[in-house]
């Protein structure tokens, strides 16, 4: 059982739904006429990706991807593996990887050169919270739903040692 303390509720479940609506409306006329696939990056953004999609209009195809890093036991510490590949075939199509969160972009810069490699028709991101003040190398952010601090957060896909996913709102916690 995890042990956590919600301090206080930094965006509410209508919030949430009301920029996710927001954000598929932009997606939906940005990709219009283009073979879109939405890339979920396991486990924190299948709440935010399922929502999403519901918000988009358009023939989509969804994939996911899970990302790790090796333990720190080990000489590579700190150095980002793919844990669980996309299923589909991405050559000539665009890409959008959804994330729950971005801080530094490490990760999601790794995804995205890998994703790149694989030639798209094009890579771009969509976050549901950014954190420019983090971000260590620029990544290819085309839609963000908030902008937030380093405040440690739980819900709505987010966790702490695997709990509190299902909150249906984003709070800041205790660290």
């Known amino acids: 059982m995890a042990d956590f303390k919600i301090k206080k509720i930094l965006f509410s479940a209508e919030q949430i739904k009301e920029r996710t609506a927001e954000l598929g409306k932009l997606i939906e006329k940005d990709y219009r006429d283009k073979d879109l696939i939405l890339v979920g990056v396991l486990k924190g953004s299948f709440h935010f990706l399922s929502d999403l ?3 988009i209009n358009l023939p989509i195809q969804i994939d996911f991807i899970a990302i790790g890093t090796y333990a720190q036991s080990t000489k590579q510490k700190g150095i980002v593996r793919i ?4 299923d589909l075939d991405i050559t000539g199509k665009h890409v ?30 969509c976050t549901l919270l950014l954190s420019p003040d983090q971000q260590l190398i620029n990544v290819p952010v085309a839609y963000y739903g908030f902008e937030i601090d380093q405040r ?17 709102y984003i709070a800041e916690i205790d660290k």
């Open 53 to 55: 999609t519901r918000c």
């Open 83 to 86: 844990t669980k590949d996309l």
């Open 152 to 168: 440690w957060l739980i819900g709505y896909g987010m966790d702490i040692n695997e709990h509190g996913r299902q909150i249906p």
């Open 96 to 125: 959008l990887i959804i994330e729950d969160i971005l801080r530094t972009g490490l990760t999601t810069g790794y995804l995205a050169k890998n994703l790149e490699a694989r030639q798209p028709a094009s890579v771009k991101v």
